[in-house]
């Protein structure tokens, strides 16, 4: 059975730095395309950066709102996708779902950006 | 800055049908744009309905059905149960990129 597990969602300054992760497993994970998307209270759904497998050449690419300022990386030994966001903004407050390129979902670990 | 507009709001009745459409700001969607739907009910994570304009999860309810209909992605819902009361989201890609639609509320009646 496929589980996303998000941890790392916590109430930060604005300015701040935080590091999400995704622990998966029930499937092949080196061969997986992982996307985070992230959702404000009360607010639909946006993409936010996708990191391919690394035999398909392990490209990152991220949503213009982010862009410079998070970073996805994996590490396929431990099944484990991150998020590293700094330069964090109220705007970033959310719910941020881990998925398996869009297909399973996590239940998502909420980041709240407040002074 | 690309757009991606659904239906606010849409009513149907119970065993009806309702089409849900995703549009996009640069023109006509077409497979290219790889269509992707999701279903979110409240409190919950979203789930993925459709991809490749067309394919189904395993999970996905014959009842929907994905497609491309007058230059828009569309998600035909055909006898809607009551449990298919919920928000949908489309996402379409753009050059790699991803972009969700604004969603549309169905609201079964």
């Known amino acids: 059975e496929v589980q996303l597990v998000e941890s790392g969602g916590t109430l930060v300054k604005p300015g701040g730095s935080l590091r999400l992760s995704c622990a998966a497993s029930g499937f092949t994970f080196n061969n997986a395309w992982m996307t985070w998307v992230r959702q404000a209270p009360g607010k639909g759904l ?3 950066a996708r990191i391919k497998s690394k035999s398909d050449g392990g490209t990152k690419d991220y949503a213009a709102p982010v862009r410079g300022r998070f970073t996805i990386s994996r590490d396929d030994s431990e099944s484990t996708v991150y998020l590293q966001m700094n330069s964090l903004r109220s705007e970033d407050t959310a719910v941020y779902y881990c998925t398996l ?3 399973r979902w996590g239940q998502g670990t909420l980041v ?3 002074s | 800055q690309t757009v991606v507009t659904q239906e606010p709001s849409l009513t149907v009745s119970p065993g009806g049908t309702v089409t849900l459409t995703c549009a996009s700001s640069t023109g006509a969607v077409t497979s290219d744009y790889d269509p992707n739907w999701f279903q979110q009910k409240p409190g919950q994570a979203p789930r993925a309905l459709t991809y490749n304009t067309n394919k189904k999860h395993s999970w996905t309810p014959a009842r929907f059905s994905g497609s491309l209909l007058g230059g828009k992605a569309a998600l035909i819902l055909s ?4 449990e298919d009361e919920a928000d949908y989201y489309c996402l379409l890609y753009y050059g790699g990129l991803g972009v969700f639609g604004t ?4 609201t079964v009646l």
């Open chain 2, 103 to 106: 969603g549309t509320k169905v």
């Open chain 1, 101 to 103: 390129d869009l297909g």
């Open chain 1, 112 to 114: 709240s950006i407040s």
């Open chain 1, 46 to 48: 946006e993409w936010v």
């Open chain 2, 79 to 82: 006898n809607v149960q009551p």
